[in-house]
Nanobody, 121 residues
């Protein structure tokens, strides 16, 4: 069992910036990748960005060039710096961690509770 704690959501005007963070805690697990998903009202949850333990990143086309994902492997923490925010970015943002059990190698897939980001025009 892995617990994820998210922070940084809030209200910001279009064109502004916001930063999110997520820290994973627990025992007997190794993280392969950490990332962010988001879900707007009436829409399906979608991938925003993720970063692997090796540093490779992936971004949704809608945020590429505006958002930057980073991580601190020692702290099991992932960050999302969001710049040039648009009203379309308004959603609940969920942290996601994928990895495996240190003993059995079973897959790990944990989710945070979500943090609301509201972008006003």
């Amino acid at each position: 069992q892995v617990q994820l704690v998210e922070s940084g959501g809030g209200l910001v005007q279009a064109g502004g910036s916001l930063s999110l963070s997520c820290t994973a805690s627990g025992s007997a697990f190794s993280i392969v990748a950490m990332g962010w998903y988001r879900q707007a009202p009436g829409k399906q949850r979608e991938l925003v960005a993720f970063v692997s333990s090796g540093g490779s990143t992936n971004y949704a086309d809608s945020v590429r060039g505006r958002f930057t994902i980073s991580r601190d492997n020692a702290l099991n923490t992932v960050y999302l710096q969001m710049n040039s925010l648009k009203t379309e970015d308004t959603a609940v943002y969920f942290c996601n961690v994928r990895g495996y059990s240190d003993y059995q190698g079973d897959a790990l897939d944990a989710w945070g509770q979500g943090t609301l980001v509201t972008v006003s025009s």
